[in-house]
């Protein structure tokens, strides 16, 4: 072992051995970290509980909390539902649904399976948005024993009057454009499906960035997208939507690039949004990677996990200045070490223990508690786009170099930047119950957000939260530094 490991794992890239390769360091990392993992979620139990918001000061409150008093609140509640927002947690509380069908870059997992990122999620919301969130993993096979997208429609129409907006995560497609479409028509509060929009949002502020370090503009761009999952295909249309042009934009699925010609795409129905991509972009008909990739200053891969899924050679026959985004988790399609040796620009991955995090967890905290905070009842592409400029806005302001083209999940104020913008946004289409000001729905953002994290900080300092033993980081990476030097 190189040197003593930091309970707070700010040394992490010092902790292995100095005659290992890059390909070997990053190999122990992943392997480090998803064993520290799994001891972690186990010493635990898991990373979430619930925890009253109100005190009980005497025998008597429980009466005032419950019976009989309570019975006001669902009186009064079925006079007015809208008073659910504000006599309930309703009103700061994300139901996150998945059907744990492509979960991460492992597929399938069964519905329990999901569990740990769905909780992983909520964590992320409650700690950087100051938003509630409770992880609801289904199991949506038919009688046929297939997924079906409408069981999972079906389940959110019904809980939706419990919570205040909708997170879905990890739906296999084309099931996941189904279920999103359709309920976003069909609820009255927001349903937002982080996979696709989320990655979309936080794709397009890196870009955003990094083609202003580049030089570059987005409306002259080449870009070539490989994946088309619900990430890259909302990625496409948040683009095309800001800006870019369609006939310099290439988009690649398993079978090849899409393009007007596609009829395995035409033909299935519930391919339909890729479908639109097929008629948009690529007039050209580009067929190969290694022809769309030759001259190409974006890369925008969202697809199998690498290290070896992206090819040397493309990256080196790009333009100069170029941007490589690789966002597989948990492993980027090409190493970053690997494409800046073959001379990318800008490498940025979904890791923050790599450069360049491009992750939505800066986005979707911000955007849902915009979102809750002046009761939008939909979260529009326009309200994405809008908290994409806002995060690539709040990074320039504090400075962008090619190795830091956005903020990362630890800047505090950019979350609430991002609701206010978001809430000014929802106003603005009209699709908020509440007016706002932008000083109000930061300073109440930025206060809920302080006082999630406050909360946690006191429930580590009580003894409530306990350290990580020492012992199990270090069993951790001695089984990841054995597992490589194999």
């Excluded at 399938?108 to 999901?114: A, L, S, V």
């Excluded at 988009?251 to 393009?259: A, E, N």
Aim: charged content about 25%; hydrophobic content about 40%; aromatic content about 6%.
């Amino acid at each position: 072992m190189c040197m003593k490991i930091d309970s707070s794992l700010k040394n992490l890239n010092d902790l292995f051995p100095a005659d290992f390769t890059e390909e070997q360091k990053a190999q122990a990392k992943t392997l480090f970290l998803k064993n520290l993992s799994v001891e972690a979620h186990r010493f635990y139990g898991g990373k979430m509980q619930t925890v009253p918001k109100s005190g009980v000061y005497g025998f008597n409150w429980f009466n005032v909390w419950y019976t009989p008093g309570v019975s006001k609140i669902s009186t009064s509640i079925r006079e007015d539902e809208d008073a659910s927002f504000s006599l309930s947690n309703r009103g700061n509380l994300v139901a996150i649904v998945s059907d744990s069908t492509r979960v991460l870059g492992d597929g399938d997992c069964t519905p329990p399976g999901g569990l740990g990122v769905m909780e992983g999620k909520a964590m992320l919301m409650k700690y950087l948005g100051g938003v509630d969130a409770v992880a609801l993993c289904v199991d949506s096979k038919g009688q046929d024993g297939k997924n079906d997208p409408n069981k999972i429609i079906e389940f959110v129409k019904m809980a939706q009057h419990s919570f205040g907006a909708i997170n879905l995560e990890d739906i296999s497609q084309p099931n996941c454009f189904k279920v999103l479409d359709d309920l976003r028509e069909v609820c009255d509060i927001p349903v937002w499906h982080d996979d696709a929009q989320g990655t979309a949002c936080i794709t397009l502020a890196g870009l955003i960035n990094a083609l202003k370090l580049a030089g570059k503009k987005l409306s002259e761009a080449k870009i070539v997208l490989l994946g088309s999952g619900a990430s890259n295909t909302t990625v496409a249309r948040l683009i095309l939507a800001d800006g870019g042009d369609p006939a310099n934009i290439i988009v690649f699925d398993s079978k090849g690039s899409l393009h007007i010609d596609r009829e395995d795409i035409k033909n299935d129905t519930r391919n339909y949004r890729k479908w639109e991509i097929c008629e948009k972009t690529n007039p050209g008909k580009v067929l190969t990677m290694d022809e769309a990739m030759t001259g190409a200053d974006v890369l925008i891969a969202l697809s199998t996990p690498g290290p070896d899924t992206v090819k040397r050679s493309w990256i080196k026959s790009m333009a100069p200045k170029s941007i490589v985004f690789v966002c597989a988790n948990p492993v980027p399609e090409i190493w970053p070490y690997a494409a800046k040796e073959e001379g990318a620009f800008i490498v940025a991955t979904g890791r923050g223990d790599f450069p360049n995090q491009v992750n939505n967890s800066v986005c979707f905290p911000g955007i849902l508690k915009g979102a809750l905070l002046v009761r939008a009842k939909k979260i529009t592409d326009g309200m994405a786009i809008r908290c994409a400029h806002s995060i690539a806005e709040f990074s320039e302001k504090r400075g962008i170099t090619p190795e830091s083209i956005v903020v990362n999940m630890n800047e505090t104020e950019v979350f609430a930047v991002e609701a206010a913008d978001v809430a000014q946004q929802a106003i603005k289409e009209g699709v908020a119950r509440l007016n706002l000001s932008w000083d109000e729905a930061y300073n109440r953002a930025r206060a809920d957000i302080e006082a999630s994290r406050s909360l946690a900080e006191d429930l580590k300092k009580l003894g409530h939260i306990k350290e990580p033993p020492m012992e199990m980081m270090e069993k951790a990476l001695e089984q990841a530094i054995a597992a490589v030097k194999k």
